[in-house]
Nanobody
């Protein structure tokens, strides 16, 4: 019902900025809540930011004040603007989505990656010191 494709990312030095995008398509793409997760090899996937269908957001404590999640007006594209990047932000970043009627509150969805049924393929973000 929802297909997700990430783009952007790349490599930057600490203190720099990067953005990642996620394009959503499919029959339910315009009515979803969406999120960014990240994962370092050998570690569990962790929530970065969530945005609900009505625009409510939640952020991991580690990225508050530095990262901003947003969507375009058509809600087909999800963005994550990452500023003041740190080496510990290095990870594979994944876009996730759920049909709006099944979404949990953003502050809960942030901590339960298994509650998200739709995932992109991931995109690498590397921050060097």
């Amino acid at each position: 019902q929802v297909q997700l494709v990430e783009s952007g990312g790349g490599a930057v030095q600490a203190g720099g900025s990067l953005s990642v995008s996620c394009s959503a398509s499919g029959s339910a793409a315009s009515s979803v809540c969406m999120a960014w997760f990240r994962q370092v090899q050998g570690k569990e996937r962790e929530g970065v930011a969530v945005i609900s269908n009505d625009g409510m957001t939640a952020y991991a404590e580690s990225v508050k004040g530095r990262f901003t999640i947003s969507q375009d007006n058509g809600k087909n594209t999800l963005f994550l603007q990452m500023n003041s990047l740190k080496p510990e932000d290095t990870a594979m970043y994944y876009c996730a989505a759920e049909i709006a009627r099944a979404c949990v509150p953003p502050n809960i969805g942030l901590h339960y990656p298994h509650s998200w049924p739709y995932w992109g393929q991931g995109i690498q973000v590397t921050v060097s010191s």
